[in-house]
């Protein structure tokens, strides 16, 4: 395969408002690959260059063949599984979700791709190289390049690319009866369904699983299998990200905690810290000295 980009696409941002990654790994036959799943306060748009990918995003999974984008919703929880996989090779942008609503209009509405379609905020598309490419190359230059006008033109192109990822949903969606997920079983679309539902709740795993009459290892390890994550670190972490939320709102901490099905606010302060590297009071200041990161 020819080159695809520099090795140095990393040097420098393209934008305040987006910057663009090329990573490569190398994995033995017979070694799995799974890399720790998280979010973003951005969107994510994702390439894949060569190999193949199942992602885990939220309630779904999508599996990605060299070439197809899979677009990523800020605080969606994802996390890609690879299996006996020998290259991964990504490009990935992330992206202000301002700047969709800095240059949307009522024609063009550049954050339709990360709507809400059949429930899910982020979406694969069944893009090419071919496609995808000549849009990528040119981020990369210009992301090297120092000459007057860099910054324009690289804004300008990740508009079109913008452009064309949206309409190649929309005619996606039209050309196909169901979305690109594969199929959930019954007894992981009734454990979202149920934490979903009772986020609020200070449910355990072992409750959920009395819920769904299913023993709690039958359903951890189906779990697991399935996104890549344990169940009780995803509850946790959905439970943060909602709290996170509440207190951007301007909620108390203690009623954000309460919500979001911690009795023991003690605990939620720690696990709060650790998660996001600062404690809900010093982020509750923060938010109000820059409103702009309530998301």
């Known amino acids: 395969m020819n080159k695809i980009l520099s090795k140095k696409s990393n040097d420098s941002i393209l934008s305040a408002n987006f910057d ?81 609503k800095k240059y949307n209009s009522v024609q063009t509405p550049l954050d339709y791709c990360f709507s809400s379609i059949d429930g899910h905020h982020s979406h694969l598309i069944q893009t090419s190289l071919e496609d995808i490419l000549p849009y990528l190359r040119q981020l990369e230059r210009l992301q090297r390049d120092k000459s007057y006008g860099k910054d324009t033109l690289a804004l300008c192109t990740m508009l079109e690319l913008l452009i064309f990822l949206n309409q190649t949903l929309i005619d996606q969606e039209e050309l196909l009866d169901k979305p690109l997920v594969t199929v959930t079983s019954p007894l992981i679309k009734a454990t979202f369904e149920y934490i979903q539902e009772n986020i609020a709740e200070p449910f355990t795993v072992q409750d959920l699983a009395q819920n769904l009459y299913v023993s709690r290892g039958h359903l951890s390890r189906e779990f697991k299998n399935y996104t890549g994550v344990t169940l009780h670190a995803y509850i946790l972490k959905r439970r943060l990200l909602l709290a996170k939320k509440y207190i951007a709102q301007n909620e108390t901490i203690s ?32 938010i109000n000295k820059t409103p702009f990161l309530n998301l």
Request: aromatic share 16%.
């Open 255 to 286: 009623n954000a905690a309460l919500q979001c099905g911690f009795v023991d606010t003690s605990y939620f302060i720690r696990a709060f810290k650790k998660e996001f590297q600062i404690t809900p009071k010093q982020y509750q200041k923060k």
């Open 20 to 100: 663009l990654h090329y990573q490569k790994n190398e994995a033995i036959d017979g070694v799995d690959f799974h890399p720790e799943n998280h979010y973003h306060e951005f969107h994510e748009l994702f390439f894949l260059i060569e190999g193949e990918v199942d992602f885990f995003v939220e309630t779904a999974r999508y599996h990605l063949t060299a070439g197809n984008t899979l677009l990523i919703h800020h605080h969606d929880i994802h996390q890609a599984i690879l299996n006996n996989i020998t290259k991964y090779h990504r490009v990935f942008i992330y992206l202000d979700p301002s700047l969709l």
